[in-house]
């Protein structure tokens, strides 16, 4: 025979319901953001891989000099074949001694 139900088990009944419903939610929303960063981070890699596969310094050519060989320029600029050119900072390149002031990057 099985037991009757009292209202306190119907209160029970009622709170176990909604105590699933809040947390059915609370793991809807938890899921959606840990998506969220799982596309941020695929995102943030890409952008890396992009930048350090195609953008890369292959050639280094320089013109119309008087003053200095190319091989000098190439040399104090310390720009070389391989480098990124995402992680190169003009400020961070040499100025040649009297080399004019739009030739440095600064």
């Known amino acids: 025979m099985a037991a009757r139900k009292t209202s306190t088990d119907s209160e029970r009944d009622r709170r176990r319901a909604s105590n699933g ?3 059915r939610r609370r793991k809807k929303r938890m899921g959606g953001f840990f998506y969220l960063l799982l596309v941020l981070f695929v995102l943030c890699a890409g952008v890396l ?13 320089v013109t119309g ?3 200095y060989t ?19 900072k003009s400020e961070e ?9 739009w ?4």
Not at 49 to 61: G, I, L, M, P, R
Not at 93 to 101: D, Q, T
Not at 103 to 106: E, H, T
Request: charged share 20%.
């Open 49 to 61: 891989v992009v930048a350090n596969v195609f953008f890369k310094v292959e050639v280094v050519d």
């Open 93 to 101: 390149i040499p100025r040649l001694p009297g080399a004019a002031p």
């Open 70 to 88: 190319a091989q000098e320029v190439i040399e104090a600029s310390g720009i070389q074949a391989g480098d990124s050119l995402v992680k190169l």
């Open 103 to 106: 030739c440095s990057g600064q």
């Open 21 to 23: 419903k809040r947390h």
């Open 65 to 67: 000099l008087t003053k």
